[in-house]
């Protein structure tokens, strides 16, 4: 049953085997020894079983078991069936007692398989270059790490396990019944087989694609429903609650429909074996009857029949369900290992031990486009930025000013051109990133303490206090944190709803000094400030920007004031590079 099946689910066999480590490998090894242990104890059982039946019927076959083993003389037919059934509970007993250890080490290993893939997994998102990462919604790494990753050890893993177990049992059992009466055997599993060619073909395929729809439709309403509550404000302004709830309520409408027949058509293959096992029950007993076959021998085989229909009638049952799960878990394998081979194959930044920042950044013949576009963001650029400079960096909107402040932070390559770091140094090394604040334009706030804000990813045991509080002062936030009835303790609200926009700015500034670093790079920083805040905010940063190396990027002109030299950038090209007077005046001309 298994051999006309599995080939179709070859390839996704594959793709989990060729994602897997040795070690993960290893393990499933070991689940499937004990898988096939397990499965040899309930052959025994179900042989013992039979035995057990059969010497009810007729004792002196007890006898004659009894006697291979040398107890014949000792023993009377009565005590024969009692050593029988002595045997049969001891049996069933280790045979359950194994099935518990197996339950319990299958479980845990999958679900230890299961939660290391995961980490991997992030940790490969983690490593993955910012230019892939910018080129999917966010929800797609979340649906794979969160939901695919899961179906695939809980859902498929387990079913394979299953198979393997439930498929060497009703083998055998089938083996068994062939033994007991040949002729009456190859018509029963003759129509076995027909029916279940029937169902591998029409049904199987069909939860195939019902899997990739209900994927589909997974990924679709958790996107529409995070847009939904990340957007509310905006939504419920422009009036389109009800189109954003439309829009859920049809791809979850949709989910759970699939769902739905899913479910049902897993129960349906139970009700039509078992139809089928009494119907050939009857069938059974009118073909023995017309054979005129002895009664006793006919009681035995149909007892046999009885207890190998009734253990794999269930059997069948999983073997289709699991069948169904493994079939539906496909579009998930397909997109973990799609997804594990592209998001990155080696470590994207460098370890660079002997990194040093003593004279400049040079950009050279640099140019820059995104994946799938034409135009070239960056032109041509040709630019020294010496250690210690503050560099002003201007232009109009889509000019490539965060452009290129992302390839200055190394998160987006270059398509033709260099840049390095005091001629040697590529910007893609962990420690160009360590001695670098980044204010970003629009900065993402943690649904935690003003103080895990600053402190971003590190733990409160980790904080260093001094280094918080030179923070907080240089960023204009100590009146305001003063001013809170829980000071830095306070919650900042998801994405920092509780704050202004101002104040959201000046932590993500204290969060850029916190690390006390060597390179400061603001991109629009102060836009949302008032124009007293911003002025105080310069005037610290160009305290704070002594003996460091900035680049701020602004629309205002007055934001770059403390600028050495200021970077016009139009259309991705260096338009000018002039001080700030000369652009002041330039300006009122
Ligand atoms: N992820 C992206 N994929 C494709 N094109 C992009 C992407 N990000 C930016 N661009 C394009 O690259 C060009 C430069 O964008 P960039 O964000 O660097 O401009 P900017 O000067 O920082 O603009 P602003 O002042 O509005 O922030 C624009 O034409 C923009 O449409």
């Known amino acids: 049953?298994?051999?006309?099946?599995?080939?179709?689910?070859?390839?996704?066999?594959?793709?989990?085997?060729?994602?897997?480590?040795?070690?993960?490998?290893?393990?499933?090894?070991?689940?499937?020894?004990?898988?096939?242990?397990?499965?040899?104890?309930?052959?025994?059982?179900?042989?013992?079983?039979?035995?057990f039946a059969q010497v009810l019927i007729l004792p002196e076959k007890g006898q004659y078991y009894l006697s291979k083993i040398g107890l014949h003389d000792q023993i009377?037919?009565?005590?024969?069936?009692?050593?029988?059934?002595?045997?049969?509970?001891?049996?069933?007993?280790?045979?359950?007692?194994?099935?518990?250890?197996?339950?319990?080490?299958?479980n845990f290993s999958i679900q230890e398989m299961n939660y290391n893939f995961k980490n991997k997994m992030l940790h490969r998102y983690a490593q993955s270059d910012y230019a892939s990462y910018i080129s999917k919604n966010s929800m797609h790494g979340y649906n794979v790490v969160s939901g695919d990753v899961e179906l695939m050890f809980n859902n498929a893993m387990l079913a394979i396990a299953t198979l393997l177990s439930e498929g060497m049992i009703s083998s055998f059992l089938i083996a068994m019944v062939i033994y007991m009466n040949p002729p009456l055997a190859i018509i029963i599993f003759g129509f076995g087989v027909c029916v279940w060619l029937s169902l591998s073909k029409g049904l199987l395929p069909q939860f195939y694609r019902w899997g990739k729809r209900t994927q589909e439709s997974a990924l679709y309403s958790s996107q529409n429903l995070l847009?939904?509550?990340?957007?509310?404000?905006?939504i419920a302004l422009l009036g389109k609650r009800d189109s954003f709830v439309d829009a859920y309520k049809f791809y979850s409408k949709n989910q759970s429909k699939l769902r739905a027949v899913q479910s049902t058509t897993n129960a349906l293959p139970r009700m039509i074996i078992e139809v089928i096992f009494v119907g050939l029950f009857v069938f059974s007993i009118v073909f023995l009857c017309m054979r005129n076959e002895n009664s006793n021998q006919l009681i035995g085989v149909l007892g046999g029949y009885l207890y190998a229909g009734f253990r794999i009638m269930p059997g069948l049952n999983r073997i289709i369900n699991q069948l169904n799960v493994f079939k539906s878990s496909i579009p998930s394998i397909e997109r973990v290992y799609s997804e594990y081979n592209t998001v990155v194959s080696k470590e994207s930044y460098l370890d660079i031990k002997d990194f040093s920042f003593n004279e400049s950044i040079s950009l050279n013949n640099l140019f820059y486009s995104y994946p799938n576009t034409k135009k070239n963001a960056l032109i041509n650029i040709n630019l020294i930025i010496n250690k210690?400079?503050?560099?002003?960096?201007?232009?109009?909107?889509?000019?490539?000013?965060?452009?290129?402040?992302?390839i200055i932070l190394g998160f987006l390559k270059p398509t033709d051109g260099i840049i390095l770091i005091?001629?040697?140094?590529?910007?893609?090394?962990?420690?160009?990133?360590?001695?670098i604040g980044y204010v970003p334009q629009s900065i993402y706030l943690i649904d935690d303490s003003i103080e895990a804000n600053i402190a971003f990813g590190e733990t409160s045991e980790k904080i260093n206090s001094s280094n918080l509080s030179e923070a907080i002062k240089a960023s204009q936030l100590s009146k305001f944190i003063d001013n809170l009835p829980n000071g830095i303790k306070t919650?900042?609200?998801?994405?920092?709803?509780?704050?202004?926009?101002g104040e959201r700015q000046r932590i993500a500034i204290a969060r850029a000094l916190y690390r006390n670093p060597e390179v400061l790079i603001f991109d629009e920083a102060t836009s949302a400030l008032d124009n007293e805040t911003e002025a105080k905010l310069i005037e610290t940063i160009h305290n704070v920007s002594k003996n460091r190396t900035v680049i701020m990027i602004a629309h205002r002109l007055t934001t770059l004031k403390n600028c050495d030299r200021v970077i016009v950038l139009k259309s991705g090209i260096i338009e000018n590079e002039l001080s700030y007077k000369e652009l002041i005046h330039q300006a009122v001309i």
């Open 422 to 435: 005091d001629k040697k140094y590529p910007v893609t090394s962990l420690q160009w990133h360590n001695i």
């Open 76 to 106: 009377s037919q009565s005590q024969s069936i009692l050593y029988i059934a002595i045997l049969c509970g001891l049996t069933y007993f280790i045979k359950n007692f194994f099935a518990a250890i197996d339950a319990f080490h299958l």
């Open 491 to 501: 919650f900042v609200g998801e994405r920092g709803v509780r704050l202004s926009g």
């Open 1 to 51: 049953m298994l051999i006309t099946v599995i080939p179709s689910n070859i390839s996704a066999l594959k793709k989990i085997r060729s994602i897997l480590t040795r070690e993960e490998k290893l393990k499933w090894l070991i689940i499937v020894a004990f898988t096939v242990c397990l499965s040899i104890l309930e052959v025994i059982t179900a042989s013992v079983i039979v035995l």
């Open 227 to 234: 847009q939904f509550f990340h957007a509310f404000k905006e």
């Open 388 to 406: 210690g400079d503050c560099i002003g960096i201007i232009g109009e909107t889509g000019s490539g000013k965060s452009t290129l402040s992302d």
